[in-house]
């Protein structure tokens, strides 16, 4: 795991116990998206990122920028400018986003299929993962491969279930050139 991705989980299970702590999640996520957003501009991102622009007037874009996020995620902001840690706002937003999922128990997945799946098809994949991750809620993202012979590819997290014919097919080729060898 890359230094980046430790140091932005780390920031966001901070955010999570003070969000957790003053049962302000949904308006942290609110204002971490829009300090995120902020610092995806370009612009913003090299005069925020600038060694040659002084660290108050960087607060004072920040505060310009986020005129109606809370004083914590300013001060949030202020702290990252000033560890020269703005690079990393967008995943700190997305690792909160998955704590505040677990916590409140929803389970994102997404599902690739060779062809759309029919309602049925989908109760079964939403009930899959709702097993796997014992989660209360799922959500789920489809999409369509026509690439795809059959079956499904499910990635819940990091995770990936690949059911695919394509897949199996590939198995069963590694297996039999084996026994050939």
């Known amino acids: 795991m890359?230094?980046?991705e430790v140091a932005a989980k780390r920031y966001a299970q901070a955010v999570l116990a003070i969000a957790e702590a003053e049962g302000t999640l949904d308006q942290w996520q609110r204002d971490l998206a829009a300090l995120s957003a902020l610092?995806?501009?370009?612009?913003?991102?090299?005069?925020?990122?600038s060694t040659k622009v002084d660290v108050g007037r960087k607060h004072e874009m920040i505060e310009r920028g986020l005129p109606d996020a809370s004083p914590n995620v300013i001060n949030l902001a202020k702290l990252l400018v000033r560890k020269n840690r703005v690079g990393i706002v967008d995943q700190i937003a997305e690792a909160f986003g998955q704590l505040v999922d677990v916590e409140r128990g929803v389970a994102r997945?997404?599902?690739?299929?060779?062809?759309?799946?029919?309602d049925q098809g989908r109760a079964?994949?939403?009930?899959?993962?709702?097993?796997?991750?014992?989660?209360?809620?799922?959500?789920?993202?489809?999409?369509?491969?026509?690439?795809?012979?059959?079956?499904?590819?499910?990635?819940?997290?990091d995770h990936i279930i690949d059911g695919s014919v394509r897949s199996r097919l590939s198995g069963l080729r590694r297996t039999i050139a084996g026994s050939l060898g």
């Not at 097993?131 to 993202?141: F, G």
């Open 124 to 157: 079964a994949v939403v009930e899959a993962i709702r097993r796997a991750t014992a989660a209360r809620e799922v959500e789920l993202d489809e999409a369509v491969d026509d690439t795809l012979l059959g079956g499904a590819v499910v990635q819940i997290g």
């Open 109 to 118: 997945g997404r599902v690739v299929t060779a062809v759309p799946l029919t």
């Open 39 to 49: 610092t995806a501009e370009p612009t913003v991102a090299e005069f925020l990122q």
């Open 2 to 4: 890359a230094r980046r």
